[in-house]
């Protein structure tokens, strides 16, 4: 008979009672002489943790164990919580190579906390970098690309390693464009320089980076005292012409449903705008998701100048979500194509907006807490609530399956561009030309051929050549074009990244950008091949992520609700008998399309609890200690009677009363025992039960309390009875 196997793993679904947080800086200098090291134990009620941690700070050598030296370097540390919760101290930075190659760049604190009066012990561990810096410099925002002669315009950033701006420090700008240019700059309140770098001696490409000043005055070592930042290369724009299209560029995330002002400058290059006037039309295209998805034109009148600025109304709308790039763009008479480019991000938004709310923040079990769901009409919301330590606790799963708009638009599908087949007919030949490629196709205006000076008038004699028209061009355009994603078909030479006017590399078909030449009197025609359609649903691509598949250790919201032509739904839910906290999210479909709600947190926790601390195993007919302990999270006083459950398994031995009793105060634990013996082999269930006693006697001075919810916990756990041993 044929069989089958399959494997699979038994894992504990018991949560642990405590979280353990360690506070350990993100970086390490080589000039720290102490490492501060916080290690604290969490309740999710909020209660004060006390127990006993320990710890071990460790350097790793970084070839393992070598003649005699130990794979690693530690500090062992170990003591009392304290007041807050917390055991913390500081490790001399003397215990540790900070500067020796030999040893690993990291510190790796291990630790674990031993809870008082239950002995549950939890471990956790983290890392932290050593490194030779305690300052970051970083070019902010500058551009790509500059004009030779117009300035060069940008922004430093000085802030340290945890994150903190440094203010009112100087700052060097070195440049190297053939000769050291140096410029000094003074940080602001932000931590933030700008700058403005003369470029009429830049030739092709620029090299530059940033130093924070330093007097030698501070430390003879210099080299090591002088901060820098990334080189940052800048390449020119164009060659023989100063015309110039600047979009200001827009540093902060964009709200949903406000217009953006898109401010342009332009300079014109009298030259290539020639002796006639006319006016021009320059063009802003808004990509994203793999379309054009807004167009903006300006029309700039003939009598409007050679330099100016403007500004175009950008309504930001899902379209953009969640980032967009403005191309900008104008054609000079010369046949010039001067363009500049932008990134925007903007605001993960939704279609259909959403509201969960709950009644109280923090819930005592067996109570009941008036939910109020909030959609569009006709939407129909799933509602999901989740123990936070259930997603903590999974090694594999750390951040997977919570759902938030970055998980919603990272599983969306991808818009794969367009095909497009488009047929060239000239008029002197019947001799069609077929092309076709993925990628979307820019139409920019053609130019007539006669408006081109006689000199540059090589496409009356080669009507079929690549080389159709030796127009000057911006090399910088080539780039632009590209990284927005755009194929063109143009008579206008965008130019080539190399120096030369047209390699023949770029004039078959360079990064995808085709110099496609469209003739006078010829006829375009364009047919469009639509590509992979978005699917119907977007949560279908989210649901099939095996990333979002996790085993819920712990559920307790788990519902769909229907809000119906209201908007609104109200609905009552009880609270689970557990303490803990928990992730509370609301994902909604409706005709408007998604809504998601942010996750909100919701506290539930018992006025008190009882745990049994139980050995792992125990010989039958042995006798042994057994221990609940009694944690009270109120502010008040309680008078406890906890009883250990009577079982034909497990023996009360004289002198151990199976009813004790007493107060606990507010944020209190209290300790009870019983001293048993096992009777039968195997797995004995041993349960306890704690309850809160109405009485008029005080609890010291205070009157004890009987709370509404929650005034009676029982806890079960398995008992594993070996047989005897043998003498």
């Known amino acids: 008979m044929e069989g089958s196997s399959h494997q699979f793993t038994v894992k504990d679904s018991g949560q642990p009672n405590f979280e353990v947080l360690i506070r350990l800086p993100r970086f390490v200098t080589e000039k720290d002489e102490k490492i501060p090291l916080d290690v604290c134990g969490l309740y999710p009620s909020g209660k004060t943790f006390r127990g006993r941690a320990e710890a071990r700070l460790c350097q790793f050598y970084s070839f393992g164990a070598v003649l005699n030296t130990p794979a690693m370097t530690c500090a062992e540390l170990r003591g009392q919580t304290g007041r807050n919760g917390c055991f913390s101290t500081e490790v001399p930075a003397t215990s540790f190579n900070l500067t020796s190659l030999d040893y690993e760049h990291q510190l790796h604190a291990f630790v674990s ?40 315009t940008g922004t430093m950033l000085l802030k340290g390693l945890n994150g903190s701006a440094i203010t009112e420090k100087e700052l060097l700008v070195m440049v190297n464009a053939g000769e050291i240019q140096t410029k000094t700059l003074l940080t602001d309140g932000s931590g933030r320089a700008s700058f403005e770098l003369d470029t009429s001696g830049w030739k092709d490409r620029v090299s530059m980076h940033g130093e924070v000043k330093t007097a030698a005055s501070e430390d003879e070592n210099l080299e090591h005292r002088s901060y820098k930042s990334a080189p940052r290369h800048v390449y020119a724009a164009s060659v023989g012409t100063t015309s110039f299209l600047k979009i200001h560029r827009v540093k902060k995330e964009l709200p949903c449903g406000q217009p953006l002002q898109l401010s342009v400058d332009y300079v014109l290059d009298e030259k290539a705008m020639g002796n006639k006037q006319q006016s021009l039309d320059v063009v802003l295209l808004v990509l994203a998701k793999g379309t054009i998805a ?57 279609p259909s907006e959403v509201n969960l709310s709950f009644s109280e923040q923090r819930a005592v079990v067996g109570s009941q807490l008036h939910m109020k769901v909030q959609a569009a009409p006709g939407s129909l919301c799933a509602i999901y609530g989740v123990d936070q330590r259930g997603q903590s606790s999974s090694s594999k799963g750390k951040g997977k399956g919570k759902l938030n708009p970055d998980v919603v638009y990272n599983s969306l599908p991808i818009p794969s561009g367009s095909t497009y087949s488009f047929e060239l007919e000239e008029f002197t030949s019947s001799q069609k030309l077929r092309c076709g490629y993925g990628g979307r196709i820019l139409f920019l205006p053609s130019i007539n051929c006669y408006d081109v000076p006689w000199k540059r008038r090589t496409c009356r004699r080669q009507p079929r050549s690549w080389q159709v028209l030796q127009l000057d061009a911006q090399p910088g355009s080539y780039s632009l074009f590209e990284g927005a994603g755009l194929k063109t078909a143009t008579n206008v030479e965008l130019g080539c990244p190399s120096s030369n006017s047209l390699s023949a590399g770029c004039r078959i078909m360079a990064g995808g950008i085709l110099p496609l030449p469209i003739l006078p009197g010829s006829t375009f025609k364009s047919r469009l091949f639509a590509g992979p359609e978005l699917e119907a649903d977007p949560l279908a691509h989210v649901l099939k992520d095996p990333g979002m598949q996790m085993g819920f250790l712990e559920t307790w ?81 309680l008078r406890v009677q906890v009883m250990l459950m009577e079982s034909v398994e497990l023996e009360v031995l004289a002198g151990s009363d199976k009813v004790n009793g007493g107060c606990v105060c507010a944020d209190e634990t209290r300790t009870f025992q019983w001293d048993v013996r096992a009777t039968s082999m195997g797995e004995v269930n041993v349960t306890v039960i704690a309850r809160a006693l109405q009485s008029e006697e005080l609890c010291g001075t205070k009157v004890p309390v009987v709370p509404a919810h929650g005034h009676m916990d029982t806890e079960t756990k398995l008992l594993m009875v070996q047989p005897p041993r043998l003498m």
Not at 128 to 138: G, S, T
Not at 140 to 151: L, W
Not at 298 to 325: N, Q, T, Y
Request: aromatic content about 8%.
């Open 113 to 152: 906390l031993l809870e008082e009066g239950t002995g549950m012990q939890r471990a956790a561990s983290k890392s932290c970098m050593i490194v030779d810096e305690e300052i970051i410099i970083a070019f902010e925002s500058s551009d790509e690309f500059y004009k030779p002669g117009v300035p060069y």
């Open 294 to 350: 807004t167009v903006l034109r300006k029309e700039l009148p003939a009598d409007a100048g050679l330099s100016g600025s403007f500004s175009l109304e950008l309504p930001i709308g899902l379209e953009l979500v969640p980032a967009a790039k403005v191309l900008g763009y104008v054609v000079l008479p010369s046949s010039e194509v001067v363009a500049d480019s932008t990134k925007l991000k903007v605001a993960k938004c939704f």
């Open 557 to 637: 919201l788990w519902e769909l609700v229907p809000v119906g032509d209201h908007g609104s739904a109200e609905v009552k839910v009880p609270v689970p008998n557990i303490t803990t906290e928990w992730e509370v999210g609301m994902l909604c479909t409706s005709p408007l399309g998604l809504g998601l709600a942010p996750a909100t947190t919701i506290t539930t926790f018992k006025p008190f609890f009882v745990e049994l601390a139980l050995p792992y195993a125990v010989v039958q007919h042995e006798a042994f200690t057994l221990v609940a302990t009694v944690f009270n999270l109120l502010h008040h006083c």
